[in-house]
């Protein structure tokens, strides 16, 4: 028997006249849900559930059953019928004529619509709190007056509702309207902290009875199930426990897991190995400290390299890497015996102080970023982007980033434009390619300016280079270098409409505060080479400098309102990705040890006296680049060659710049954009290195080609120069991709 149908209406003053508007919904294909065989160990929901008073029976279940079941298959199971939950109706419907609705019908709620806008849920409380009100009328014609009222005056609003996702469980939808009081959740496919947000389309309504509903009838199934398989054991936990052996001796015996256990134990006693060397101080170690810290280095880098194998998070990997390498050079590198000098603790700070400017850079710019977004500020953009072919929008978005990365810097825009795609691209897969063009493009975009790109900083900072020779000499080969790549990249992007499903709502006019939230943003990160050149301050704290600036706008904006909190910062910094920044740490500070240990100086050294030109050594440092991160490359080969040999823009300086710049995106590791993609988009390496890498070494090597093009024309000895140079940078690009690939 319905609850609604308890509290109802006096039935002579039910009229049969009603106004429904179509529901805004949004098709999804439904999971397909498949009984697996083992059960589940985690205790995660059962903790929470105990809080509230549930047993821990949940473990009876398995994975997407009883508690863990989601809201999709809530939906799917208790819908009856095309419904989903509720029934739709428009904003000036008659409460009576809703009620009457609800009543014959198998829902208990009612969403109200003002055209397609949500303006919130009309329960059976709702309708409690408005016969309270009637039955305070004065008189018999106000209490008349309040049955043909509209249902939009009594709904409690959207702005208030319980919302949870598609992938939310039984276990939150639970713990969600206990703690809010309430017996119903509306499902949506976007929700942010429990609420919806403007871009939330609805797909139906859960109570708590359609989730309890579900739970016994799963956790019934499964003790049936349990007693046909074990009719032996009489208690339910026993069988369950019996089950969980069975799953995991048939598991064992899968040759993916055995590989993976394996793996594992090969892992164990390598750690052990190492630990075990550390700790008894030996000899090998004083002798070869060097080669420990390039063995630990590699090991590394093999493990992030190879993820998904290992599966060990590359955040984890790089932060012991990072460590066993300092604890390498600083106790056994060199003059030492088992302690830090004061020099390597000076050396560490100083590491530190450099990575955790780019760290603090990063966080700042991602979180202006990710203000901008939550004020819909990218409008601005996407309004402008109306093409539904995804080549078109490639060539688009690589253009833009390679302008945009002039007068920002890469890293910056790398952020900026993997957030943009996120609501141009619906496709994953279409994604991570469209992202790794942005890679290229915004490593390819810093190289010609001054402010684009660190190593042209540096370059730019020590009076090696100076800026009109710079911009003028180096932008033509680093577009030659972009529109080679994408050339390339852009083969395989297919045409097959998806654009049409992307999640940008239609071009609208951007409401005043989105608009000063997003010029002020941009301004934000336009004035940090500004605010850099005349402070003299690194760059970081101009960044910060602009956060600080937008998180007081925003609070200025959102002051007083109720649910303003999830457009500040506070909001954009918990959607950060902490492991990112952290894996960015941990790599940076591995490369420092060896610079600081000069091991990299060793390196340029090795190239100089074994590379016949300085031309040769430049496109090696760039392919070098692709693997250890290209600041202390160029700070070892400034150490390597004087003002005094070669002069301000002389040809070596201009092509370190382009080669170092550009050769970074052959592997998604030698970049400051690569590794910030990794962490926004989770790529892999195995998946840049197949899909991108032999792209971006085309563009690479197109780009060395017309910057030796341009300046033998430019200084009149075209085929003088540029054969011989053409033909040793061929037979280098052969030997590379013997290498690489």
């Known amino acids: ?338 302690t830090a000098t004061s020099v390597v603790i000076d050396q560490l700070g100083e590491q530190l102080s450099e990575v955790s400017e780019i760290c603090f850079f990063l966080l700042a710019a991602s979180t202006i970023v990710e203000v901008v977004d939550a004020h819909q500020g990218f409008k601005v953009v996407t309004n402008q982007i109306t093409t539904k072919s995804k080549k078109t929008l490639f060539w688009t978005i690589g253009f833009l980033t390679f302008f945009l990365s002039a007068i920002l810097n890469n890293l910056t825009v790398t952020i900026v434009m993997v957030s943009l795609l996120k609501k141009l691209v619906p496709v994953e897969s279409d994604r991570k390619l469209f992202g790794a063009m942005v890679v290229v493009a915004a490593n390819a975009g810093g190289v010609w300016t001054p402010i684009g790109d660190v190593t042209t900083t540096m370059l730019w900072m020590n009076d090696q280079l100076s800026t009109v020779p710079t911009v003028t000499e180096l932008f033509l080969p680093s577009f030659v270098c972009l529109v080679g790549s994408l050339a390339f990249l852009v083969n395989q992007v297919e045409e097959d409409g998806s654009l049409d499903n992307s999640n940008l709502p239609e071009p609208s006019a951007l409401a005043t505060r989105g608009q000063v939230v997003f010029w002020s943003g941009i301004a934000s990160l336009l004035a940090v080479p500004i605010f850099a050149e005349l402070t003299h301050l690194p760059p970081y704290i101009a960044m910060l400098t602009g956060l600080g600036a937008i998180w007081t706008l925003t609070d200025i904006i959102h002051m007083g309102e109720e649910d303003g909190n999830a457009l500040k910062v506070p909001a954009a910094l918990s959607k950060l990705d902490t492991s990112g920044i952290l894996f960015f740490l941990g790599i940076l500070m591995s490369i420092g040890v060896l610079d600081k240990s000069g091991i990299l100086k060793d390196l340029a050294v090795f190239l100089n006296e074994n590379l016949p030109t300085q031309d040769i050594i430049a496109t090696v440092i760039g392919l070098a680049s692709a693997v250890i991160d290209n600041v202390p490359l160029v700070a070892a080969t400034q150490g390597m060659y004087t003002l005094t040999e070669f002069g301000t823009d002389d040809k070596l300086w201009q092509l370190i710049a382009l080669c170092a710049g550009t050769g970074g995106s052959i592997l998604i590791i030698g970049s400051a954009s690569g590794v910030a993609l990794m962490g926004l988009e989770k790529i892999d390496f195995l998946w840049y290195a197949k899909k991108v890498s032999v792209g971006a070494a085309v563009g690479y090597f197109a780009g060395i080609a017309t910057y030796l093009a341009q300046y033998s024309v430019l200084h009149g000895d075209l085929f003088g120069s540029i054969v011989p140079e053409a033909m040793a940078a061929v037979d280098m690009a052969g030997q590379s991709a013997n290498i690489l690939f």
Not at 321 to 331: E, F, H, I, K, P
């Open 1 to 338: 028997m319905k609850r609604f149908s308890q509290v109802a209406l006096l039935a002579n003053l039910i009229h049969s006249s009603s106004a429904f508007a179509p529901v805004r919904f949004v098709p999804h294909t439904p999971v397909q849900h498949q009984h697996v065989g083992s059960f589940r160990s985690s205790q995660e929901s059962c903790v929470k559930l105990n809080e509230s008073n549930f047993s821990d029976q949940c473990l009876l279940t398995p994975e997407g059953y009883g508690f863990s079941s989601t809201a999709e298959r809530i939906i799917e199971v208790s819908s009856k019928g095309d419904t989903t939950g509720y029934v739709a109706v428009k904003a000036d419907t008659r409460v009576i004529d809703v009620m009457a609705e609800i009543t014959e019908g198998d829902e208990d709620v009612a969403l109200v619509y003002d055209g397609s806008e949500l303006l919130g849920i009309f329960t059976e409380s709702d309708y409690i709190d408005f016969s309270t009100k009637r039955a305070k009328s004065a008189n018999e014609e106000e209490s008349v007056a309040f049955l043909i009222s509209a249902v939009k005056e009594f709904v409690t609003p959207a702005s208030k509702l319980v919302s949870i996702g598609l992938t939310y469980t039984a276990n939150q939808a639970i713990t969600a309207m206990q703690q809010a009081n309430v017996r119903h959740v509306v499902v949506a496919d976007d929700v942010t902290n429990f609420r919806l947000t403007e871009n939330s389309s609805v797909v139906g309504v859960i109570s708590m009875q359609d989730v309890m509903k579900q739970i016994q009838k799963d956790e019934r199934l499964s003790l049936d199930s349990l007693q046909k398989k074990f009719p032996g054991l009489k208690d339910p936990m026993s069988q369950m426990k019996e089950e969980i052996k069975s799953q995991a001796n048939e598991l064992a015996r899968d040759p993916e897991t055995a590989k993976k256990d394996l793996i594992r134990v090969g892992t164990a006693v390598l750690s052990v190995l190492i630990v075990g060397g550390f700790l008894s101080g030996s000899p090998w170690l004083y002798d070869h400290a060097d080669l420990a810290m390039i063995g630990i280095f590699i090991t590394g880098y093999l493990f992030i390299i190879l993820e998904e194998v290992f599966e060990f998070d590359k955040a984890a990997v790089a932060l012991l890497m990072s460590t066993g390498m300092w604890v390498t050079y600083a106790d056994y590198f060199g003059p030492a015996h088992n």
